[in-house]
């Protein structure tokens, strides 16, 4: 069923692990998405973005998700995926959403809490829940300097403020994520004895504080793609160029998800195993034109990633 997040992350708190929230786009995606969450019997959230909306039309991402749900018994959430203002999340409220995210994390703290606070008005008089955002998560375009850059970071001694205010249900920090398939520069990582590049940790102290400062409150961890190794050289052994794709080690986000993280947001990592299924499909078959056949590869790429994370990254098999 369509469910809201109240339950699975208080079930996810306690049992120490973390819900998935998947980025939606197109039908491949949420089949893929959606077989792999029931063949491991595991609650997900599946989300759209504001981008995802205008690409796909809001009726069919709502109706795709319908329809999984008619294949799969399984409990599902649908959340908008940072809404940047109120019209936004009100619609999406309206149209049938259980969950959304206001992002105010680029606004002023006075600002972002007035913000939240009417989002979080709304959506709680129609039994929805909210998403709110301290700190500001490094862009892809963001250089170096500015990424690693203090300010940057959720400040701990901002949240209980942020979340005693607004009524938000669940926070989104910046703990040293960041939103692309592009996380870090080699110069950033060091090497380690087998010469793969690692990235520098994520920011665990801090969360630690937030969760001190707000007991058993779901942390939510946005930017959270491995960008798996394994699909970047799929990818480039096919005709693609991507250069130094750098994401969050999955032992890291393990550890988070056993923490007060209750969502780990990937978007990346899914449309990464679309193209290195459609590709090496179009490489190895450059005859074939018909959409079914290089889709089905796409889409089990998708399926695979999904079911690892569930399984070793998440730990949400067998949680639904
Ligand atoms: O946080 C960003 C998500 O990956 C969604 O990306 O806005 O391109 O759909 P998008
Ligand atoms: P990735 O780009 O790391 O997949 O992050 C997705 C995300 O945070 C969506 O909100
Ligand atoms: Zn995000
Ligand atoms: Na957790």
Redesign the pocket.
Known sequence: PLIGTTEMFKKAYEGKYAIGAF?I?NMEIVQGVTEAAAELNSPIILQA????RKYAKPAYLKHLLEAALEVHDLPVALHL??GADFETCKDCIDDGFTSVMIDGSKHSFEDNIALTKKVVEYAHAHGVVVEGELGQLAGIEDDVKVAAHEASYTRPEEVEEFVGRTGVDSLAIAIGTS?GAYKFTPAQCTRNKQGVLVPPTLRFDILEEVSKRLPMFPIVL??ASSVVPEYVKIINANGGKLADAIGIPEDQLRKAASMSVCKI?I??DLRLGLTAGVRQHLFAHPDHFDPRQYLTDGRQCVHDIVAHKIEYVLGSAGKA
């Open positions: 980025n786009n973005s504001a981008g995802a995926d940072h939103h946005h930017g947001n978007d990346s």
